[in-house]
């Protein structure tokens, strides 16, 4: 079993920026790969970025390619995700996910974790 808490969400204007975190519990943390994922009002869960058990590889989105940056610090048992000159289009829960089936999370189909969620709305 591993449980992912997410925090760091809120509210920034657009051009800002804000980190969130994912606190993984248990000692198999390194085995996953990890992703983080989003929902706005009205739409269904997507994609956003993953990366790989080791923090060697990583994956993005279209839309936030060249503004959001995924690590990952296994002592920690943390993955984060750097999101910097947000858009009023970034406004969604943001849900961490952890995935035992791939090398670099790319989607939802092999995630078996998910955190609750931490919601960021970026204002125009």
């Known amino acids: 079993q591993v449980q992912l808490v997410e925090s760091g969400g809120g509210l920034v204007q657009a051009g800002g920026s804000l980190r969130l975190s994912c606190a993984a519990s248990?000692?198999?943390?390194?085995?996953?790969?990890m992703g983080w994922f989003r929902q706005a009002p009205g739409k269904e869960r997507e994609f956003v970025a993953g990366?790989?058990?080791?923090?060697?590889?990583?994956h993005y989105a279209d839309s936030v390619k060249g503004r959001f940056t995924i690590s990952r610090d296994n002592a920690k048992n943390t993955v984060y995700l750097q999101m910097n000159s947000l858009k009023p289009e970034d406004t969604a829960v943001y849900y961490c996910?952890?995935?035992?089936?791939?090398?670099?999370?790319?989607?939802?189909?092999?995630?078996?974790?998910w955190g609750k969620g931490t919601l960021v709305t970026v204002s125009s």
């Open positions: 248990g000692r198999t943390f390194s085995r996953y790969a």
């Open positions: 990366i790989s058990w080791s923090g060697s590889s990583t």
């Open positions: 996910a952890a995935d035992s089936h791939t090398g670099v999370v790319r989607s939802s189909s092999g995630v078996d974790y």
